[in-house]
């Protein structure tokens, strides 16, 4: 059975089918983005565990000015990026966005951004937002100005 159908139908056809195409790329795209952000923060957060156990054993934080957390592989108990008995912290994982750490040691910061709306971390705006997690990982965002 041979069909043969107007060069409107097939026009409006191939028009549907590009929509449909697209559509599933943005989403595709989006729904990666916020896997990103949420992975992210995961990570953040196993490096805060991380400093809150070197914490219970030093009373410190390891101090460092900013540093990106893509150049801390591992925390002992001889510090950051050094062999030692107890290990605190091992990035094996590869980090899905970019954050950084610093520490006076009575107290650190991790700052990291968000791509996408989180309702339940404060960021309302579809542009994403700040987020830093602090001393015993306590977590705060705020929306991108």
């Not at 219970?56 to 990026?81: C, H, L, M, R, W």
């Not at 937002?129 to 929306?143: P, R």
């Amino acid at each position: 059975m041979i069909f043969n159908y107007s060069t409107k139908t097939k026009v409006i056809s191939i028009v549907i089918l590009v929509a449909v195409i697209i559509f599933t790329v943005v989403f595709v795209r989006y729904n990666n983005s916020r896997s990103n952000d949420l992975e992210l923060a995961q990570q953040v957060k196993i490096l805060a565990n991380g400093l809150e156990e070197y914490y219970e054993k030093f009373n410190s934080y390891p101090i460092s000015d900013t540093v990106s957390v893509a150049q801390i592989s591992n925390i002992t108990d001889k510090g950051f990026n050094s062999d030692g008995d107890i290990v605190y912290f091992v990035q094996n994982f590869k980090w899905t966005g970019g954050a950084n750490y610093i520490s006076d040691g009575k107290q650190y910061t991790i700052d990291f951004v968000v791509n996408n709306s989180w309702d339940s971390w404060g960021i309302t705006k579809m542009a994403g937002g700040n987020c830093q997690v602090t001393t015993n990982v306590m977590m705060e965002c705020i929306n991108k100005p």
